[in-house]
Protein backbone atom coordinates (compact mmCIF):
# COMPACT_ATOMS: atom_id res chain seq x y z
CA UNK A 1 0.00 0.00 0.00
CA UNK A 2 1.32 3.61 -0.95
CA UNK A 3 0.71 6.53 1.00
CA UNK A 4 0.09 9.94 -0.25
CA UNK A 5 0.23 13.46 1.13
CA UNK A 6 -1.72 16.48 -0.11
CA UNK A 7 0.16 19.74 0.63
CA UNK A 8 -2.41 21.98 -1.21
CA UNK A 9 -5.83 21.23 -2.19
CA UNK A 10 -6.10 18.70 -5.12
CA UNK A 11 -8.87 18.71 -7.40
CA UNK A 12 -10.63 15.34 -6.61
CA UNK A 13 -11.21 14.35 -10.27
CA UNK A 14 -7.55 13.94 -9.95
CA UNK A 15 -7.39 12.17 -6.38
CA UNK A 16 -10.30 9.38 -7.80
CA UNK A 17 -7.59 8.16 -9.98
CA UNK A 18 -5.80 6.77 -7.03
CA UNK A 19 -6.51 2.67 -7.33
CA UNK A 20 -6.83 1.09 -4.24
CA UNK A 21 -3.01 0.72 -3.66
CA UNK A 22 -2.76 4.03 -2.87
CA UNK A 23 -4.05 5.84 0.04
CA UNK A 24 -4.32 9.51 2.03
CA UNK A 25 -2.02 10.08 5.23
CA UNK A 26 -2.18 13.56 7.06
CA UNK A 27 1.90 12.52 8.31
CA UNK A 28 4.09 13.94 5.62
CA UNK A 29 6.74 11.43 6.93
CA UNK A 30 5.09 8.36 6.47
CA UNK A 31 4.25 9.70 2.67
CA UNK A 32 5.97 7.91 -0.48
CA UNK A 33 4.61 10.95 -2.58
CA UNK A 34 3.41 14.10 -2.05
CA UNK A 35 1.22 16.11 -3.85
CA UNK A 36 1.73 20.08 -4.13
CA UNK A 37 1.08 23.18 -5.68
CA UNK A 38 1.98 26.46 -4.27
CA UNK A 39 3.27 24.96 -0.85
CA UNK A 40 6.49 26.21 -0.14
CA UNK A 41 9.10 23.17 0.18
CA UNK A 42 11.96 24.70 -0.05
CA UNK A 43 12.78 24.54 4.20
CA UNK A 44 11.32 21.10 4.39
CA UNK A 45 13.26 18.03 5.50
CA UNK A 46 12.15 15.15 3.53
CA UNK A 47 11.94 11.63 5.42
CA UNK A 48 13.78 8.44 3.81
CA UNK A 49 10.07 7.68 2.89
CA UNK A 50 9.72 9.80 0.17
CA UNK A 51 9.86 8.88 -3.09
CA UNK A 52 8.42 11.64 -5.26
CA UNK A 53 6.89 14.68 -5.34
CA UNK A 54 4.22 15.88 -7.89
CA UNK A 55 3.61 19.31 -8.67
CA UNK A 56 -0.27 19.72 -9.81
CA UNK A 57 1.36 22.54 -12.58
CA UNK A 58 4.37 23.67 -14.26
CA UNK A 59 6.49 25.76 -11.97
CA UNK A 60 8.72 24.19 -9.47
CA UNK A 61 10.23 27.12 -7.47
CA UNK A 62 8.62 26.08 -4.66
CA UNK A 63 10.67 22.76 -4.52
CA UNK A 64 14.27 21.96 -3.90
CA UNK A 65 15.57 20.23 -7.06
CA UNK A 66 18.86 19.78 -6.17
CA UNK A 67 18.06 18.16 -3.04
CA UNK A 68 15.13 15.93 -4.32
CA UNK A 69 18.12 15.21 -7.12
CA UNK A 70 20.88 13.98 -4.56
CA UNK A 71 18.16 11.93 -2.18
CA UNK A 72 16.52 9.91 -5.39
CA UNK A 73 13.58 12.06 -4.86
CA UNK A 74 11.50 12.17 -8.16
CA UNK A 75 9.97 15.84 -9.22
CA UNK A 76 6.91 15.94 -11.75
CA UNK A 77 5.49 18.83 -12.94
CA UNK A 78 2.34 18.83 -15.22
CA UNK A 79 3.70 20.64 -18.43
CA UNK A 80 0.74 21.60 -20.76
CA UNK A 81 -2.05 20.69 -18.41
CA UNK A 82 -3.16 24.46 -17.89
CA UNK A 83 -1.90 25.65 -21.12
CA UNK A 84 -5.59 26.77 -22.72
CA UNK A 85 -6.08 28.26 -19.62
CA UNK A 86 -2.71 30.57 -20.17
CA UNK A 87 -3.48 30.92 -23.56
CA UNK A 88 -7.03 32.70 -23.18
CA UNK A 89 -5.34 34.96 -20.58
CA UNK A 90 -2.83 35.91 -23.18
CA UNK A 91 -5.69 36.71 -25.60
CA UNK A 92 -7.58 38.91 -22.90
CA UNK A 93 -4.19 40.74 -22.09
CA UNK A 94 -3.67 41.57 -25.55
CA UNK A 95 -7.40 42.97 -25.93
CA UNK A 96 -7.08 44.44 -22.33
CA UNK A 97 -3.44 46.27 -23.57
CA UNK A 98 -4.53 47.17 -27.17
CA UNK A 99 -7.86 48.78 -26.46
CA UNK A 100 -8.50 50.75 -23.06
CA UNK A 101 -11.45 48.68 -21.54
CA UNK A 102 -10.29 48.93 -17.98
CA UNK A 103 -10.08 52.41 -18.34
CA UNK A 104 -13.34 52.91 -19.42
CA UNK A 105 -14.72 50.13 -16.93
CA UNK A 106 -13.38 51.93 -14.23
CA UNK A 107 -14.99 55.54 -15.84
CA UNK A 108 -18.42 54.13 -15.85
CA UNK A 109 -17.97 52.80 -11.98
CA UNK A 110 -16.62 56.60 -11.01
CA UNK A 111 -19.97 58.49 -13.06
CA UNK A 112 -22.38 55.80 -12.38
CA UNK A 113 -24.67 58.41 -9.98
CA UNK A 114 -24.92 60.75 -13.19
CA UNK A 115 -28.57 60.98 -14.43
CA UNK A 116 -26.71 62.09 -18.06
CA UNK A 117 -24.48 59.34 -18.05
CA UNK A 118 -25.26 57.72 -21.28
CA UNK A 119 -24.92 60.98 -22.95
CA UNK A 120 -21.70 61.88 -21.39
CA UNK A 121 -20.54 58.56 -22.45
CA UNK A 122 -20.98 59.57 -26.09
CA UNK A 123 -18.45 62.66 -25.52
CA UNK A 124 -16.32 60.62 -23.04
CA UNK A 125 -15.41 57.28 -24.58
CA UNK A 126 -13.00 58.61 -27.41
CA UNK A 127 -10.75 58.82 -24.09
CA UNK A 128 -10.69 54.85 -24.09
CA UNK A 129 -10.67 54.14 -27.87
CA UNK A 130 -7.64 51.86 -29.25
CA UNK A 131 -6.46 49.92 -31.74
CA UNK A 132 -7.50 46.48 -33.00
CA UNK A 133 -5.07 43.43 -32.58
CA UNK A 134 -5.93 42.11 -36.20
CA UNK A 135 -3.23 43.08 -38.92
CA UNK A 136 -0.73 43.38 -36.06
CA UNK A 137 2.94 41.36 -35.45
CA UNK A 138 2.68 38.82 -32.58
CA UNK A 139 6.06 37.79 -31.35
CA UNK A 140 6.11 34.95 -28.97
CA UNK A 141 9.01 33.96 -27.23
CA UNK A 142 9.16 30.16 -26.73
CA UNK A 143 7.19 28.05 -27.99
CA UNK A 144 6.17 24.96 -26.04
CA UNK A 145 2.82 24.03 -25.29
CA UNK A 146 1.22 27.48 -24.37
CA UNK A 147 3.61 29.28 -26.89
CA UNK A 148 2.07 27.31 -29.83
CA UNK A 149 -1.54 27.48 -28.78
CA UNK A 150 -1.15 31.55 -28.49
CA UNK A 151 0.37 31.35 -31.76
CA UNK A 152 -2.66 29.42 -33.42
CA UNK A 153 -5.18 31.40 -32.02
CA UNK A 154 -3.47 34.65 -32.98
CA UNK A 155 -3.52 33.69 -36.58
CA UNK A 156 -7.28 32.59 -36.18
CA UNK A 157 -7.52 36.25 -35.31
CA UNK A 158 -6.03 37.78 -38.02
CA UNK A 159 -2.46 38.91 -36.54
CA UNK A 160 0.82 37.82 -38.16
CA UNK A 161 2.86 35.82 -36.06
CA UNK A 162 6.85 35.58 -35.61
CA UNK A 163 7.79 32.57 -32.69
CA UNK A 164 11.83 32.23 -31.11
CA UNK A 165 12.32 28.85 -29.82
CA UNK A 166 15.88 27.30 -30.50
CA UNK A 167 14.94 24.40 -28.82
CA UNK A 168 11.30 23.66 -30.62
CA UNK A 169 10.18 20.05 -30.18
CA UNK A 170 8.96 17.59 -32.79
CA UNK A 171 5.72 17.94 -31.47
CA UNK A 172 5.83 21.85 -31.18
CA UNK A 173 6.76 22.09 -34.75
CA UNK A 174 3.60 19.99 -35.37
CA UNK A 175 1.36 21.43 -33.83
CA UNK A 176 1.87 24.56 -34.50
CA UNK A 177 0.07 26.65 -37.64
CA UNK A 178 2.42 26.85 -40.75
CA UNK A 179 1.37 30.42 -41.31
CA UNK A 180 3.88 31.31 -38.12
CA UNK A 181 6.85 32.47 -38.89
CA UNK A 182 9.79 30.79 -37.07
CA UNK A 183 12.40 32.97 -36.56
CA UNK A 184 15.88 31.95 -35.47
CA UNK A 185 17.19 35.40 -33.86
CA UNK A 186 15.42 36.29 -31.03
CA UNK A 187 16.16 40.38 -32.11
CA UNK A 188 13.80 39.75 -35.10
CA UNK A 189 11.04 39.74 -32.13
CA UNK A 190 12.26 43.06 -30.77
CA UNK A 191 12.19 44.61 -33.70
CA UNK A 192 9.72 43.59 -35.46
CA UNK A 193 6.90 43.22 -33.43
CA UNK A 194 3.83 45.27 -31.88
CA UNK A 195 2.91 42.58 -29.12
CA UNK A 196 5.50 40.46 -27.34
CA UNK A 197 5.02 37.83 -25.52
CA UNK A 198 7.47 35.57 -23.20
CA UNK A 199 6.85 32.33 -22.49
CA UNK A 200 10.25 30.16 -21.43
CA UNK A 201 10.93 28.46 -18.15
CA UNK A 202 12.58 30.68 -15.43
CA UNK A 203 16.53 29.79 -16.19
CA UNK A 204 19.65 31.28 -15.37
CA UNK A 205 20.14 32.33 -19.14
CA UNK A 206 16.34 33.52 -19.73
CA UNK A 207 16.02 35.84 -16.02
CA UNK A 208 15.68 39.22 -17.32
CA UNK A 209 15.73 38.89 -20.54
CA UNK A 210 13.50 41.32 -21.40
CA UNK A 211 16.00 44.45 -20.30
CA UNK A 212 17.16 47.75 -21.25
CA UNK A 213 19.51 46.16 -24.78
CA UNK A 214 16.04 44.52 -25.65
CA UNK A 215 13.77 47.19 -25.62
CA UNK A 216 15.79 49.38 -27.35
CA UNK A 217 15.65 47.56 -30.08
CA UNK A 218 11.68 47.34 -30.36
CA UNK A 219 9.07 49.34 -31.77
CA UNK A 220 7.96 52.45 -30.35
CA UNK A 221 4.63 51.77 -28.61
CA UNK A 222 5.44 48.12 -28.03
CA UNK A 223 3.06 45.97 -25.81
CA UNK A 224 5.19 43.25 -23.65
CA UNK A 225 3.01 40.64 -22.04
CA UNK A 226 4.47 38.38 -19.46
CA UNK A 227 2.27 35.69 -18.23
CA UNK A 228 5.24 33.27 -17.72
CA UNK A 229 7.71 33.88 -14.76
CA UNK A 230 7.85 37.79 -13.26
CA UNK A 231 11.88 37.02 -12.94
CA UNK A 232 11.75 37.18 -17.26
CA UNK A 233 11.54 41.07 -17.36
CA UNK A 234 13.52 43.31 -15.85
CA UNK A 235 10.77 45.71 -14.02
CA UNK A 236 12.73 48.49 -13.63
CA UNK A 237 13.49 48.76 -17.07
CA UNK A 238 10.08 48.29 -18.28
CA UNK A 239 9.01 51.17 -16.07
CA UNK A 240 12.11 53.58 -17.58
CA UNK A 241 10.77 52.18 -20.91
CA UNK A 242 6.66 53.24 -19.43
CA UNK A 243 8.07 56.57 -18.69
CA UNK A 244 9.98 57.26 -21.95
CA UNK A 245 7.06 56.26 -24.49
CA UNK A 246 8.42 53.63 -25.92
CA UNK A 247 6.71 50.94 -23.79
CA UNK A 248 2.66 51.72 -24.30
CA UNK A 249 1.62 48.44 -22.06
CA UNK A 250 3.16 45.93 -19.97
CA UNK A 251 1.13 43.48 -18.86
CA UNK A 252 2.00 40.73 -16.30
CA UNK A 253 -0.02 38.25 -13.95
CA UNK A 254 2.64 38.17 -10.95
CA UNK A 255 1.93 41.42 -8.75
CA UNK A 256 4.39 42.89 -6.74
CA UNK A 257 5.46 47.01 -5.27
CA UNK A 258 7.55 47.79 -7.88
CA UNK A 259 4.95 47.48 -10.83
CA UNK A 260 1.43 47.20 -9.16
CA UNK A 261 -0.77 50.40 -10.20
CA UNK A 262 2.08 52.04 -12.15
CA UNK A 263 0.46 54.07 -15.00
CA UNK A 264 1.03 51.98 -18.14
CA UNK A 265 1.11 48.60 -16.22
CA UNK A 266 -1.57 46.66 -16.23
CA UNK A 267 -1.24 44.17 -13.47
CA UNK A 268 -3.37 40.35 -13.05
CA UNK A 269 -3.63 38.73 -9.77
CA UNK A 270 -1.91 35.37 -10.88
CA UNK A 271 -4.82 34.27 -12.16
CA UNK A 272 -2.72 32.72 -15.83
CA UNK A 273 -4.19 29.03 -14.79
CA UNK A 274 -6.89 29.72 -12.31
CA UNK A 275 -9.40 27.73 -13.77
CA UNK A 276 -11.20 24.73 -12.83
CA UNK A 277 -10.72 23.23 -15.83
CA UNK A 278 -6.67 23.80 -15.38
CA UNK A 279 -6.70 22.57 -11.78
CA UNK A 280 -8.74 19.37 -12.78
CA UNK A 281 -6.24 18.86 -15.89
CA UNK A 282 -3.60 19.36 -13.48
CA UNK A 283 -4.27 17.25 -10.92
CA UNK A 284 -4.99 14.35 -12.82
CA UNK A 285 -1.96 14.53 -14.54
CA UNK A 286 -0.21 14.50 -11.54
CA UNK A 287 -1.68 11.98 -10.00
CA UNK A 288 -1.44 9.69 -13.06
CA UNK A 289 2.44 10.49 -12.87
CA UNK A 290 2.49 9.85 -9.35
CA UNK A 291 1.15 6.66 -9.24
CA UNK A 292 3.00 5.27 -12.37
CA UNK A 293 6.24 5.67 -10.73
CA UNK A 294 5.35 4.04 -7.54
CA UNK A 295 3.83 1.14 -9.03
CA UNK A 296 6.01 0.82 -11.99
CA UNK A 297 9.48 3.07 -11.60
CA UNK A 298 8.35 4.61 -14.72
CA UNK A 299 9.41 8.41 -15.14
CA UNK A 300 7.53 10.73 -17.21
CA UNK A 301 7.28 14.78 -16.84
CA UNK A 302 10.29 14.82 -14.21
CA UNK A 303 11.96 18.38 -14.27
CA UNK A 304 15.17 16.14 -12.10
CA UNK A 305 15.64 12.88 -13.65
CA UNK A 306 15.25 11.72 -16.69
CA UNK A 307 12.47 10.17 -18.82
CA UNK A 308 12.32 6.51 -18.33
CA UNK A 309 9.17 4.38 -19.03
CA UNK A 310 9.51 0.18 -19.41
CA UNK A 311 5.74 -0.36 -19.42
CA UNK A 312 3.42 -2.06 -16.81
CA UNK A 313 5.65 -4.13 -13.84
CA UNK A 314 4.97 -7.60 -14.29
CA UNK A 315 8.35 -9.05 -12.76
CA UNK A 316 10.24 -8.05 -9.98
CA UNK A 317 11.78 -5.07 -11.03
CA UNK A 318 14.67 -2.36 -9.49
CA UNK A 319 15.57 1.65 -10.14
CA UNK A 320 18.90 2.64 -9.84
CA UNK A 321 19.36 6.53 -9.10
CA UNK A 322 23.02 7.25 -9.66
CA UNK A 323 25.74 9.81 -11.04
CA UNK A 324 25.77 10.41 -14.79
CA UNK A 325 29.34 9.25 -15.12
CA UNK A 326 30.98 5.85 -17.02
CA UNK A 327 30.94 2.10 -16.02
CA UNK A 328 28.38 2.40 -13.99
CA UNK A 329 26.25 0.17 -15.85
CA UNK A 330 28.77 -2.56 -16.03
CA UNK A 331 29.10 -2.02 -12.57
CA UNK A 332 25.68 -3.33 -12.14
CA UNK A 333 25.56 -5.77 -14.48
CA UNK A 334 28.50 -7.68 -13.01
CA UNK A 335 26.91 -7.26 -9.68
CA UNK A 336 23.46 -8.84 -10.88
CA UNK A 337 25.14 -11.94 -13.05
CA UNK A 338 27.81 -12.54 -10.47
CA UNK A 339 24.65 -13.05 -7.85
CA UNK A 340 23.08 -15.80 -10.50
CA UNK A 341 20.33 -13.20 -11.81
CA UNK A 342 19.19 -13.30 -15.20
CA UNK A 343 18.10 -9.70 -16.32
CA UNK A 344 15.20 -9.92 -18.64
CA UNK A 345 15.09 -6.20 -19.67
CA UNK A 346 16.83 -3.01 -18.86
CA UNK A 347 16.92 0.33 -19.74
CA UNK A 348 19.10 3.67 -18.90
CA UNK A 349 18.64 7.12 -19.18
CA UNK A 350 20.41 10.47 -18.24
CA UNK A 351 19.51 13.97 -17.57
CA UNK A 352 22.65 16.13 -16.44
CA UNK A 353 24.36 15.12 -13.77
CA UNK A 354 22.00 11.95 -13.07
CA UNK A 355 21.20 9.31 -14.40
CA UNK A 356 18.44 6.56 -13.76
CA UNK A 357 18.29 2.60 -14.89
CA UNK A 358 15.52 0.23 -14.31
CA UNK A 359 16.65 -3.82 -14.71
CA UNK A 360 13.69 -6.12 -14.71
CA UNK A 361 14.89 -9.30 -13.71
CA UNK A 362 13.62 -13.39 -14.06
CA UNK A 363 14.19 -13.69 -10.28
CA UNK A 364 12.71 -12.19 -6.60
CA UNK A 365 14.84 -9.42 -5.64
CA UNK A 366 17.24 -9.92 -2.36
CA UNK A 367 18.11 -7.46 0.17
CA UNK A 368 21.72 -8.43 -0.29
CA UNK A 369 21.59 -7.28 -4.20
CA UNK A 370 20.03 -4.22 -3.24
CA UNK A 371 22.60 -3.69 -0.74
CA UNK A 372 25.41 -4.58 -3.12
CA UNK A 373 24.23 -1.97 -5.50
CA UNK A 374 23.86 0.65 -3.29
CA UNK A 375 27.99 0.57 -2.41
CA UNK A 376 28.42 1.38 -5.85
CA UNK A 377 30.05 4.30 -5.99
CA UNK A 378 28.15 7.42 -7.29
CA UNK A 379 24.75 5.44 -6.92
CA UNK A 380 22.00 7.68 -4.81
CA UNK A 381 19.46 5.38 -4.26
CA UNK A 382 18.17 2.10 -4.97
CA UNK A 383 14.56 0.90 -5.33
CA UNK A 384 12.67 -1.80 -5.32
CA UNK A 385 9.90 -1.60 -7.45
CA UNK A 386 8.50 -5.45 -7.16
CA UNK A 387 10.19 -7.04 -4.95
CA UNK A 388 8.76 -10.60 -5.93
CA UNK A 389 7.35 -12.81 -8.96
Known amino acids: MFKYKCLNPIAKIGLNNFNENFEVTDNVDDADGILVRSA ?157 TIHVPALDSTKGMINAEAIAKMKKGVIILNLARDILCNEADILAGINSGKIRKYVTDFPNSVIAGHDGCIVIPHLGASTEESEDNCAVKAVVELQDYLENGNINNSVNFPKCDMGICTKPRIGIFHKNVANMISQFTQLIGGAGYNISDMTNKSKGDYAYTLIDLEDDVTDELVGKISEVEGVVRVRVVRKEM
Open 40 to 196: NMLEMDFSENLLAIARAGAGVNNIPLQKCADKGIVVFNTPGANANGVKEMVLAAMLLASRDIIGGVEWVKANAGDPEIAALTEKSKKKFAGSEIAGKKLGIIGLGAIGVRVANAARMLGMEVLGYDPYLSVDAAWSLSSDVKHVTNVDDIFSKCDII
